[in-house]
């Protein structure tokens, strides 16, 4: 399914480059990133601006672009590369949490894995690929093929850390270090992920308390390594680098004027209301691009009406579905909206739907296509 998924994405990818977007030189955003990682000092470099971007992307990058040619086509590449790979690990995901039973409970659910029956056989090898493929034509995910940027690659690694934490129950011996590594370096290859760390930690705890006494301690050991791990990496990384290139005046002002967070004239409920706009234009109706930013134009015709009604029914679907199968997926959705709203109250993070934080609101739209598919075998017999 990962495999149909990645094929899916490449045929979205290149209906995005259809106009030749790869083609033209960087632009701002894109300079000043390039810039990041052509320098023998990035840190350095990254204090003249206003706008952090991960260090450990910043590494990950200079490593495979050290060799290649200074063409914007290569670099913009990549970056589609990263989201072609976040398909294929999102599709896995959906087909792995699709393919749970609801009737058990986890150990039970865990312990049949490996014999899945006749129903969860076969649906979510495509249910969930399809799922996936309708969130790589969004304009408001495709819109990030077109240029280079991190946000892909926050993507990947979103989607590694939380399959980790989907298959604990499953194959612990594989997804537990897994999910201890990508925790505890969290801070280094994520800025606006880290909003979905505390709700993967809650899964890690949950699952090790249902251990036995023994495994238990082990596992809370483990679990409480890898948070002493991310709390370094935060106070070496984030402290010192991160907070004082975020916390300039000039970036908390831009996300104030975009009415994308506290801090001016807008109020909670305004944002809130904003961002509902913004989650079904994401999805139904024009797109006005500013910035990487979408300022949602609510068309209120008799398609889009029905439309609306159709991805209303979506989420609601979605939601249920994936909440009677494995409830963290909803969970971390939901505390990272929270978190990101507490954030905007005490540091101007943006709350609304965002590139910086596209790494986890995919997931909300993943959820989404998942009920669409859902809804449309509802009155099948092999439902997914």
């Given at each position: ?6 094929a899916?994405?490449s ?6 480059n259809?106009?030749g977007?790869?083609?033209?030189p ?9 810039d990041f990682?052509r320098s ?5 470099r990254m204090?003249t601006h206003d706008t ?7 590494v990950?990058m ?5 060799l ?7 670099f913009?590449v990549i970056s589609?590369?990263w989201?072609?790979l976040?398909?294929?690990v ?9 393919g ?6 986890p150990v039970a ?7 899945p029956?006749?129903?969860t056989?076969?649906?979510?090898l495509?249910?969930a690929?399809?799922?996936v493929?309708?969130v790589c034509?969004l304009?408001?995910v495709?819109h ?10 926050e993507i ?8 980790a934490?989907e298959?604990?129950d499953r194959?612990?011996r594989?997804?537990?270090?897994s999910?201890c590594v990508?925790?505890g ?5 994520l800025i606006?992920?880290?909003f ?5 930690v809650?899964c ?7 251990s ?5 301690t082990?596992?809370f050991?483990?679990?409480g390594?890898s948070?002493?791990?991310a ?6 990384v984030?402290?010192?680098?991160y907070r004082p290139v975020a916390?300039?005046?000039?970036i ?9 967070a506290?801090?001016g004239d807008?109020?909670?409920t305004?944002?809130l209301?904003?961002t509902?706009?913004?989650l079904?234009s994401?999805m139904i109706?024009?797109r006005?691009?500013f ?5 949602a134009v609510?068309q209120?015709g008799?398609v ?9 029914m979506?989420?609601?679907v979605?939601a249920?579905s994936v909440?009677r199968r494995w409830?963290?997926?909803v969970?971390?959705?939901?505390s ?5 709203a507490?954030?905007s109250t005490?540091a101007h ?5 965002e590139r910086?934080n596209l790494c ?11 009920g669409?598919v859902r809804?449309?075998?509802w009155?099948?017999s092999?439902?997914p």
């Amino acid at each position: 399914m990962s495999v149909l998924a990645i094929a899916v994405a490449s045929v979205a990818v290149r209906q995005a480059n259809a106009g030749g977007s790869w083609g033209p030189p960087f632009f701002f955003d894109e300079v000043w990133r390039v810039d990041f990682i052509r320098s023998s000092h990035p840190i350095e470099r990254m204090y003249t601006h206003d706008t952090p971007v991960p260090l450990g992307w910043v590494v990950v990058m200079h490593a495979i672009t050290a060799l290649l040619p200074y063409k914007p086509v290569l670099f913009r590449v990549i970056s589609a590369g990263w989201f072609l790979l976040a398909a294929g690990v999102l599709a896995f995901l959906m087909a792995r949490i699709i393919g749970r039973d609801p009737a058990r409970t986890p150990v039970a659910d865990a312990a049949h894995a490996s014999h899945p029956g006749p129903r969860t056989h076969l649906i979510p090898l495509i249910a969930a690929p399809v799922a996936v493929g309708l969130v790589c034509f969004l304009p408001l995910v495709s819109h990030y093929f077109q240029y280079f940027n991190n946000y892909t690659f926050e993507i990947l690694y979103v989607a590694l850390a939380v399959l980790a934490a989907e298959e604990l129950d499953r194959t612990p011996r594989i997804a537990f270090p897994s999910l201890c590594v990508l925790v505890g370096l969290s801070p280094a290859f994520l800025i606006g992920g880290l909003f979905v760390v505390p709700a993967l930690v809650a899964c890690g705890i949950a699952w090790a308390w249902r251990s036995g006494q023994r495994l238990r301690t082990r596992r809370f050991v483990a679990l409480g390594s890898s948070g002493a791990v991310a709390t370094l990496v935060m106070a070496l990384v984030w402290l010192n680098v991160y907070r004082p290139v975020a916390g300039k005046p000039s970036i908390s002002q831009f996300w104030i004027e975009e009415r994308a967070a506290l801090g001016g004239d807008v109020s909670l409920t305004e944002l809130l209301g904003k961002t509902l706009k913004q989650l079904g234009s994401g999805m139904i109706g024009d797109r006005l691009y500013f910035v990487g930013s979408i300022n949602a134009v609510p068309q209120l015709g008799p398609v889009q009406l029905v439309a609306y009604g159709v991805l209303l029914m979506s989420v609601v679907v979605g939601a249920v579905s994936v909440w009677r199968r494995w409830p963290w997926l909803v969970a971390t959705v939901a505390s990272a909206w929270v978190l990101t709203a507490l954030a905007s109250t005490a540091a101007h993070w943006p709350m609304t739907i965002e590139r910086v934080n596209l790494c986890w609101q995919i997931l909300f739209y993943v959820i989404a296509a998942f009920g669409l598919v859902r809804a449309a075998c509802w009155a099948t017999s092999r439902r997914p």
